[in-house]
């Protein structure tokens, strides 16, 4: 989906609630997505960075022309939905959201509560035993391809000119992944993607 926000308060997953959303269920049960029917699944790579892409510094000409061979075969595959690299963390910021309220954790946080950091986030590139320290390591770029499952993604990935960097490949969720959506909620949401892929 194009928004999608899950609560990891343990109070919205206690038994009376999953009995009041069973309740709910039978009483109005929402109509039954065929998933078996959805559309070929999208997945998201995210690729991680190293020190050079934080300093800003600029791949060689050689690695641009392969980077640019390997985005034309998946383009002319029809894989590839869309995809950029990112500047440095120093041009970028965070912005974090404090948790919410155990009492009420459906309710938006207080805007008081957020707080914004400027870059650099001061990525810690190599563990201690000088092994890459992957968790720790900024995002650069992405892509998003369409692949018959994660299999064919990471096939894709394979192909890359990506040494020195990993790539995360992560599945996109479809309106058919979430069963509490409303219907209202799918066809606007299903709006949107159309509308958004008429301006490319």
């Known amino acids: ?4 926000r899950q609560s990891l308060n343990p109070i919205s997953q206690s038994p009376f609630n999953q009995l009041l959303h069973s309740l709910q269920e039978t009483l ?11 559309i070929m699944p999208r997945y998201l790579l995210l690729l991680h960075g190293d020190q050079d892409s934080e300093d800003g510094k600029m791949p060689s000409k050689e690695i641009l022309e392969q980077m640019h061979a390997f985005n034309a075969e998946i383009m002319s595959a029809g894989a590839l939905l869309g995809g950029e690299g990112l500047h440095a963390t120093s041009k970028g910021a965070r912005v974090s959201f404090s948790p919410p309220d155990p009492a009420n954790p459906n309710k938006p946080g207080r805007k008081s509560d957020i707080a914004v950091t400027n870059g650099p986030f001061g990525y810690t590139m190599k563990n201690p035993d000088g092994q890459c320290g992957e968790s720790k390591r900024p995002v650069c770029g992405f892509w998003i391809l369409k692949a018959k499952d994660l299999e064919e993604a990471v096939a894709w990935v394979k192909k890359g000119p990506l040494a020195g960097t990993y790539v995360e490949v992560r599945e996109i969720f479809e309106s058919c992944d979430i069963p509490d959506m409303t219907k209202e909620m799918r066809e606007e949401e299903e709006g949107w993607r159309k509308e958004l892929e008429g301006k490319k």
Do not use: I, T, Y
Not at 32 to 37: G, H, I, P, T, V
């Open 1 to 4: 989906a194009l928004f999608q």
């Open 28 to 38: 109005n049960p929402q109509p039954k997505l065929d998933c078996s029917r959805r």
